[in-house]
């Protein structure tokens, strides 16, 4: 169904992984998609010309989601080139997991490193987003189940990067209420993309924690921003939804 004809949409890390799917379901929809990426450059070429294809138009910004001051510009640049701005999917992040925050050896660069791109790169681009974007407009970041219910050690500053996503969006949707703007997240469980390299099954302990024991598909959530970003989701806003086959359930 084509509902989202005539939105602009700003998908930030659209070249691989989550960041694909969600670019092609919108533009499916009728949106045209802007995405950015921080080094597949042709990989995010290749992702405009699928957009291209589905007869929308499409376009792949160059914008490191750790560097703070480049969110205004990235935002102006999607407004400029396409001439508004109706739907802002914060999808980039870092997964930094692996160490517990009592590790000697842990890499606290990284993790820090992980903060400025998971946290403060959404926030300033929400913030720019939020200036000029349309009444109206959709706001959702893709957190992660973990921020809800850890479950296994070493994944405490990725979870916590999530979670301060969660608040961020819920005074977000308060701020921005009066002008129709939603704000929402949805937390996804295990994926099989790049993020999850050297992983080729979910494993069992894992699968075994959930309800449904399966991995999440990608288009499973994609489908779910779409119908989010769309007419029938006005009323909903400061939510958080849980694609993840019950593992916080
Ligand atoms: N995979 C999972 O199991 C899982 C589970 C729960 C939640 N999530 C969340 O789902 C979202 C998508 O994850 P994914 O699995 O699709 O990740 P992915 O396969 O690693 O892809 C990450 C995407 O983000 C971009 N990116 C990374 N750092 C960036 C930066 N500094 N500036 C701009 N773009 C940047 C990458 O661009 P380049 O190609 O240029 O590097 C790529 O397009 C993330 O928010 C992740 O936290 C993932």
Redesign the pocket.
């Known amino acids: 169904m084509k509902n989202l004809t005539g939105k602009v949409a700003l998908v930030?890390?659209?070249?691989?992984?989550?960041?694909?799917a969600i670019a092609l379901e919108l533009a499916e929809a009728g949106a045209d998609v802007v995405?950015?990426?921080?080094?597949?450059?042709q990989?995010?070429k290749d992702v405009v010309s699928k957009i291209e294809a589905l007869g929308q138009r499409g376009l792949a910004i160059?914008?490191?989601?750790?560097?703070i001051t480049a969110s205004a510009p990235l935002v102006e640049q999607v407004v400029k080139e396409f001439g508004s701005l109706d739907i802002l999917v914060?999808?980039?992040?870092?997964?930094n997991q692996g160490s517990k925050i009592d590790d000697p050896n842990a890499d606290t660069q990284a993790w820090d490193r992980m903060w400025q791109?998971?946290v403060l790169?959404v926030i300033s681009t929400i913030r720019a987003a939020s200036k000029v974007m349309n009444n109206g407009g959709r706001i959702i970041?893709?957190?992660?189940?973990?921020a809800t219910h850890i479950g296994v050690p070493g994944v405490t500053e990725?979870a916590a990067t999530?979670a301060a996503i969660v608040g961020y969006s819920k005074g977000a949707a308060r701020d921005l209420g009066a002008r129709k703007i939603t704000v929402n997240v949805i937390?996804?469980?295990?994926?099989?993309?790049?993020?999850?390299a050297g992983i080729e099954d979910v494993p069992d302990f894992l699968l075994n924690m959930k309800a449904i024991p399966e991995a999440?598909e990608?288009e499973d959530?994609a489908a779910a921003v779409s119908f989010l970003s769309g007419p029938n989701a006005n009323n909903i806003t400061g939510a958080v939804l849980d694609i993840?086959g019950g593992w916080t359930a």
């Not at 930030?12 to 694909?20: E, Q, W």
């Not at 995405?35 to 450059?41: D, E, K, V």
């Not at 937390?187 to 999850?196: A, E, F, H, K, S």
């Open positions: 930030t890390g659209g070249s691989r992984g989550l960041g694909v995405i950015t990426y921080s080094q597949s450059a990989k995010a160059q914008s490191d989601q750790g560097d914060n999808n980039a992040a870092l997964a791109v998971n790169g970041s893709i957190g992660t189940g973990l990725y999530k937390q996804p469980g295990i994926m099989l993309t790049d993020m999850q999440v990608i959530v993840n």
